[in-house]
């Protein structure tokens, strides 16, 4: 059964950093295109970072300041997230990208704020 398990979010204050974690199973994880997702809260959810052979930033607001790798050893996908912003405040998901193709997982929250 595939699945996705997201995890590393949390409360972090302006300009602090998180690691996020995607954690993917039932699948063939090194065939894919993996990407980070986000939804804000009455907001759509969009796709903010995917990665293949190399790192696509799809949102400007994120690049410079996110890093999105994956591990297909370890059939882990990471964000590794900088200098964040209260605006980054969101629900993050992974999923294959640009088109996401498996059933969401639960996501993982952050919030950014003093």
């Known amino acids: 059964q595939e699945q996705l398990v997201e995890s590393g979010g949390g409360l972090v204050q302006p300009g602090g950093s998180l690691r996020l974690s995607c954690a993917a199973s039932?699948?063939?994880?090194?065939?894919?295109?993996w990407g980070w997702y986000r939804q804000g809260l009455g907001k759509q959810r969009e796709l903010i970072a995917y990665?293949?052979?190399?790192?696509?930033y799809v949102d400007s607001f994120v690049k410079g300041r996110f890093v999105i790798s994956s591990d297909n050893a370890k059939n882990m996908v990471y964000l590794e997230m900088g200098d964040l912003k209260p605006a980054d405040t969101c629900v993050y998901y992974c999923?294959?990208?640009?088109?996401?193709?498996?059933?969401w997982g639960q996501g993982t929250q952050v919030t950014v704020s003093s």
């Open positions: 999923n294959t990208a640009p088109e996401c193709a498996l059933q």
């Open positions: 039932g699948m063939i994880f090194s065939r894919r295109t």
């Open positions: 990665v293949g052979n190399i790192p696509i």
